[in-house]
């Protein structure tokens, strides 16, 4: 069965320095994407950065990376240079399937991340 | 580029009653969900469409709840009659088949049933 897993319900960082936010995934399909989305306070999921099963290469996207360690099956986000706008919810969520055209999603419990000034 | 649109953006009605959601994907994406989030948790599946057809409605109470998807564009969401635990935000989102998958959410509606 699938799951996700953030153990790590809130966070602190000082504004400008790299917070790292924990994922863990379960899955026996060899094919699967995983996903980093922000939901800040307005409730509005905002796509962040996504990686691939078979990516050699862990993803970046401006200041998100993904840390991909695929034997561990973690996909922790690294934000670097934190803002104070960073401040949200951070959701990670893994989509598996796909073979006979249907993928199946499903996310984690969530991280709140605080960014102090 | 619209993004995607929901309505309406807040909703308060009594238990038993029913209650009816809308979701105008972005223009050309196949794929459209629907989630229940409930205060604190993370987005959970409720029913995924692939143009007019479901994929996935594994996780939605099909006692209560219905969706459709007319002519693979708009989808309307439905409950009835609701209970005090359906109480949550219903996100819709879109996404466009082999483009990475990642979805495009809307605002979402935030239904409570007092």
């Known amino acids: 069965a699938q799951k996700i897993t953030q153990t790590q319900p809130g966070m602190f960082v000082q504004e400008k320095e790299a917070v790292t936010l924990d994922c863990t995934y379960d899955t026996s399909d060899p094919s699967y994407g995983l996903f980093w989305y922000k939901q800040p306070s307005s409730g509005e999921m905002i796509f962040l950065i996504y990686q691939g099963s078979y990516d050699q290469q862990n993803a970046t996207e401006g200041r998100y990376s993904l840390n991909f360690q695929k034997a561990r099956k973690s996909a922790n986000l690294v934000i670097s240079a934190s803002q104070l706008g960073d401040s949200a919810m951070y959701f990670c969520a893994m989509r598996e399937g796909g073979s006979t055209g249907g993928f199946k999603t499903i996310f984690g419990a969530g991280t709140r991340l605080f960014v102090k000034a | 580029e619209a993004g995607v649109a929901q309505s309406p953006r807040y909703k308060i009605i009594e238990k038993r009653q029913s209650v009816a959601f809308w979701c105008n994907p972005i223009?050309?994406?196949?794929?459209l969900y629907w989630y229940q989030q409930i205060l604190g948790q993370g987005p959970k599946l409720l029913i995924q469409?692939?143009?007019?057809?479901?994929?996935?409605d594994s996780q939605l109470p099909k006692d209560r709840f219905s969706a459709e998807r007319l002519k693979g564009v708009d989808s309307t969401l439905k409950i009835q009659p609701a209970k005090l635990e359906d109480s949550a935000v219903y996100l819709c989102?879109?996404?466009?088949?082999?483009?990475?998958?990642?979805?495009?959410f809307g605002p979402g509606t935030r239904l409570t049933v007092t």
């Open positions: 223009s050309g994406h196949a794929t």
């Open positions: 989102a879109s996404s466009f088949r082999g483009q990475g998958g990642e979805q495009y």
């Open positions: 469409f692939q143009n007019n057809g479901v994929v996935d």
